[in-house]
C-alpha cells in the first residue's frame, strides 16, 4: 500500500468523490476533477493498483435484505505469538459467515464482523473458532440498529 504522503490534492479529490458515489463514470469524475478523461482514469487505475481504493462495492442495510443476526465480536487469543495469529487468521478467512476483521490493540485482539442466520449457527461456528485457534475470551454483541452507517473516510486535503 502507498504512503498517503505520495497522494497529492487531485488524488485526494478523486478519492473523496468515488468513496461518495462509485458508480460515478470516468467522464463525470474526470469533469468534477478538472482533468482530461485519460488523465483521470490513468490516475484512478493508479489508485487502484497501488491498494488506496480496495474496491467498488454497493452499502446494502443488513436488515432489509434478511442476511440474519448481525454480530459484533471480540476476540482474545491464548497467547500473543506470530503462528497464533496467524493461525486465527487464516481461520477467519476461510469463514463465510466472518465478513470483517480487524486486528486491534488492548486486551482484546481482534474485532470481528459476523453473520448467523440464529445464534445456534454462531454457537456452533464460536466452538469451531475456539477448538482451532485457542481463543481465551470471546465476547460478542448483537446489532440491533444502526443509527449511523459507514459513510466512508474522511479524506483530508494536504
Same mark, same amino acid.
Given at each position: ?8 490534492? =487531485? ?19 474526470? *469533469?468534477? =476533477?478538472?482533468?482530461?478523461?485519460? !488523465?483521470?482514469?490513468?490516475? *484512478? ?5 497501488? &491498494?488506496? =481504493?480496495?474496491?467498488?462495492? !454497493?452499502?446494502?442495510?443488513?436488515? #432489509? ?10 476476540? $482474545?487469543?491464548?497467547?500473543?505469538? #506470530? ?11 476461510? +469463514?463465510?459467515?466472518? @465478513?470483517? !476483521?480487524?486486528?486491534?490493540? &488492548? ?7 459476523? *453473520? ?6 454462531? $454457537? ?5 473458532? $475456539? ?7 470471546? +465476547?460478542?454483541? @448483537? ?16
Amino acid at each position: 500500500m502507498a504512503n498517503n504522503a505520495t497522494l497529492d490534492r =487531485i488524488d485526494r479529490r478523486i478519492l473523496r468523490v468515488l468513496q461518495a458515489q462509485g458508480r460515478v463514470s470516468n467522464a463525470a469524475l474526470a *469533469v468534477r =476533477i478538472g482533468l482530461s478523461e485519460s !488523465a483521470c482514469l490513468a490516475r *484512478v487505475r493508479r489508485l487502484e493498483r497501488t &491498494g488506496e =481504493i480496495q474496491g467498488y462495492h !454497493a452499502r446494502l442495510d443488513p436488515f #432489509r435484505v434478511e442476511v440474519g443476526l448481525v454480530l459484533l465480536v471480540e476476540v $482474545s487469543l491464548g497467547g500473543r505469538h #506470530r503462528e497464533e495469529r496467524q493461525r486465527f487468521e487464516e481461520a477467519i478467512r476461510n +469463514t463465510p459467515q466472518i @465478513v470483517e !476483521a480487524s486486528h486491534v490493540s &488492548g486486551d482484546t485482539d481482534y474485532v470481528l464482523k459476523v *453473520v448467523v442466520r440464529a445464534m445456534s449457527e454462531w $454457537s456452533a461456528l464460536k466452538e469451531r473458532l $475456539s477448538q482451532e485457534s485457542g481463543l481465551s475470551r470471546i +465476547t460478542t454483541h @448483537v446489532v440491533m440498529d444502526k443509527p449511523k452507517v459507514f459513510q466512508g473516510y474522511p479524506i483530508a486535503d494536504r
